[in-house]
């Protein structure tokens, strides 16, 4: 059973930058492919970022292609979300996931951490 805890949220400005970890425990980290999530209020939780076991492949929504990075370091245990260029609609709770495929469909991730609140003023 892996457990998982995100921190990094907090309030930003328009334009700034945040860095997410996504702590794993439980498991071997290095077992699974990881994804960030977002959840606004009202809205659906969505697909933001998902990286592979290894790191070698990561993937992203469109609308965060060049403002986000997602990247692991394994033996750490931990996966980051480093955020760039920040808009008010990103403002949102998010989530990481752990599961068997970097893919952005949520049902795919078996352990989900309990989300970090971002919150990004105009």
């Known amino acids: 059973q892996v457990q998982l805890a995100e921190s990094g949220g907090g309030l930003v400005q328009a334009g700034g930058s945040l860095r997410l970890s996504c702590a794993a425990s439980?498991?071997?980290?290095?077992?699974?492919?990881m994804g960030w999530f977002r959840q606004a209020p009202g809205k659906e939780r969505e697909f933001v970022a998902a990286?592979?076991?290894?790191?070698?492949?990561?993937f992203y929504v469109a609308s965060a292609k060049g403002r986000f990075t997602i990247s692991r370091v394994n033996a750490k245990g931990t996966v980051y979300l480093q955020m760039n260029s920040l808009k008010p609609e990103d403002t949102a709770v998010y989530y990481c996931a752990a599961g068997s495929r970097p893919v952005a469909t949520a049902i795919t991730y078996d352990y989900w951490g309990q989300g970090t609140q971002v919150t990004v003023s105009s």
């Open positions: 990286i592979s076991e290894s790191g070698g492949s990561r």
């Open positions: 439980g498991g071997t980290v290095s077992n699974y492919a």
